[in-house]
């Protein structure tokens, strides 16, 4: 796909929040000292005034945007994955998620493409961390389009919502006259009938690759873009599985607590079918370039499709 356009979906987050600023008067942006990685730098030029530094302290940024909450406001606070959602977890929970307030929280440089910055700030875990506060949205999107329809959405739902977004650039693969954005609704990439392949993040472009060259062995796969983790749109999930007996899930999360997780907890209550999940395996990321990782820890295209075919068969 060297000829596909590629955006990081960080970019895209930055830029539909300056979008949106003039729409939506009372949009209040806060970082913690990291507005040039995030990208809110660019919400930042245009509206100076609804842009609050909050130095290296996030637990601090998020009692304050609970505050803004409590005002009207719909304040978005941003930072790294490993910093939005590890670091913070308590103070999401219990400041944000607990007295359900209208908190956006924008998490970059999640997963394994953040990196050379290594196992440290590969944040793996947030999904799943994420999904377990009762109330909260979670939302991963797949490329440039769907990050900014992602944004504008979370500003209209009424409630705490978790964006995220990568450092690596990704193709664009939502760009077309018929795309739709809905929170809880997937997204039927490509019918089939031999097994389904549910994907989100970075990983939904190498299953459609996938898929193509599974064709070619005559094994015909099914491939949903799940960008809402929860809710998760359990009809689509169950629809699938009922249609092809198989399901493999592939996420740049861990195994444990993400979107393979999910689709397992909706198939083993309302239609058990054998899941494969591809994702990072219980383990912790390292020190590396994005795409050498990608492949090292088995999210690329050949490994997917490798993994399909040999479930498959």
Request: aromatic share 6%.
């Amino acid at each position: 796909m060297a000829d596909v356009k590629k955006i990081a979906t960080r970019e895209s987050y930055g830029n539909a929040l300056a979008e949106c600023g003039a729409e939506f008067p009372n949009l209040v942006v806060l970082d913690a000292d990291l507005a040039g990685a995030t990208k809110t730098g660019v919400f930042q030029k245009a509206f100076p005034e609804r842009h609050v530094d909050c130095g290296i302290a996030e637990c601090n940024m998020t009692g304050i945007a609970a505050g803004l909450a409590t005002c009207g406001k719909i304040p978005f606070i941003s930072s790294f994955a490993m910093f939005a959602a590890g670091r913070n977890f308590e103070q999401v929970r219990n400041s944000i998620g607990y007295p359900h307030l209208n908190v956006k929280i924008g998490a970059t440089h999640a997963g394994i493409t953040v990196g050379e910055d290594g196992a440290t700030h590969q944040c793996n875990e947030d999904v799943a961390l994420m999904r377990t506060i009762p109330g909260m949205t979670v939302i991963v999107p797949s490329d440039d389009v769907e990050a900014k329809a992602a944004v504008r959405a979370a500003i209209e739902i009424e409630g705490p919502v978790y964006l995220r977004f990568g450092r690596a650039a990704v193709p664009v693969i939502n760009d077309k006259p018929d795309y739709k954005f809905e929170v809880g609704k997937g997204v039927l990439l490509r019918e089939g009938t031999d097994v389904t392949i549910i994907a989100s993040g970075i990983t939904v472009s190498s299953a459609m690759e996938a898929a193509e060259k599974l064709a070619e062995d005559g094994i015909s796969a099914e491939v949903i873009n799940i960008h809402t983790i929860k809710p998760l749109d359990e009809e689509m999930v169950v629809a699938s599985a009922k249609k092809t007996g198989k399901v493999v899930t592939a996420e740049e999360h861990s195994v444990i607590g993400g979107l393979g997780s999910a689709v397992c907890d909706c198939l083993s209550e309302k239609h058990p079918t054998p899941v494969l999940r591809i994702g990072v395996q219980d383990t912790y990321g390292e020190s590396g370039p994005a795409n050498a990782l990608v492949e090292k820890y088995g999210l690329d295209t050949k490994s997917i499709y490798e993994k399909t075919k040999a479930f498959v068969k």
